[in-house]
């Protein structure tokens, strides 16, 4: 099946520190990627959509110069936690289109911001 | 507002038993419905799919099933495995698959 590689899959940062989480797929061409967070006991939730070669499209309520997500090339969609603070501490998971059906998930990141 | 039910947090099966995962949607304009996976401290991992256009897809020991009319799908695992244990989240999308709204998962536990 599709690969979709996330990278890392566990940081620990300083509060106040940026932080950046890449996202790759690895055998497909995928023009939209996602950025989810999951929050404990709870689904996924959307935080934004990426598009390849223009601005993300954030979901209301998620801070966009907080959340920077940078879509540079067709396998390639990075999520930077500006200024992380404790709260930010949480799993964050991409996932990418395959022919624009098919979603396929990254292994997701834990980020612990101490 | 979630557009994308799964009112069992849980479910626990016998070994051998069918598994039976209910997901159970609001928005008539989704087309597109997936079944994901997610082992503890994992990504979600894709499972199986289903397009409007059909009521039953298969593949091997997981078989989704759509009703439109009630705007209902299901999950079956047949038979269970002890490895099936995991929380199983559904998600619909209603246009090219641009986003995706997913339930809030369902925890399977089958007993060996």
């Known amino acids: 099946g599709a690969v979709v590689s996330q990278h890392p899959s566990r940081v620990i940062c300083k509060s106040g520190t940026s932080v950046k989480i890449e996202c790759r797929s690895l055998d497909f061409q995928a023009t939209t990627m996602f950025w989810y967070r999951q929050f404990p006991k709870q689904s996924l939730m959307l935080m934004a959509t990426?598009?390849?070669?223009?601005?993300?499209?954030?979901e209301q309520g998620v801070e966009k110069d907080k959340f920077l997500i940078n879509h540079a090339s067709l396998t390639l969609s990075t999520l930077t936690v500006t200024s992380a603070h404790p709260e930010d501490s949480s799993f964050y998971i991409c996932?990418?289109?395959?022919?624009?059906?098919?979603?396929?998930f990254g292994q997701g990141t834990r980020l612990t911001v101490v | 507002d979630q557009q994308v039910k799964q009112n069992s947090p849980s479910l626990s099966v016998q070994e051998g038993r069918i598994s039976i995962l209910n997901c159970d949607y609001t928005?008539?304009?989704?087309?597109?419905f997936l079944w994901y996976k997610k082992y503890p401290a994992e990504g979600p991992t894709f499972l199986i799919s289903i397009s409007s256009i059909k009521d039953k897809n298969e593949d091997g020991r997981f078989t989704v099933f759509l009703n439109k009319s009630a705007k209902h799908l299901s999950l079956h695992i047949v038979p269970s495995q002890p490895g099936d244990s995991a929380v199983y989240f559904c998600a619909a999308s209603g246009d090219t698959g641009n986003q995706f709204y997913f339930g809030t998962g369902t925890s399977l536990t089958v007993i060996p």
């Open positions: 990426s598009n390849e070669g223009s601005k993300a499209t954030y």
């Open positions: 928005n008539s304009m989704f087309d597109y």
């Open positions: 996932s990418a289109l395959r022919m624009n059906t098919e979603a396929f």
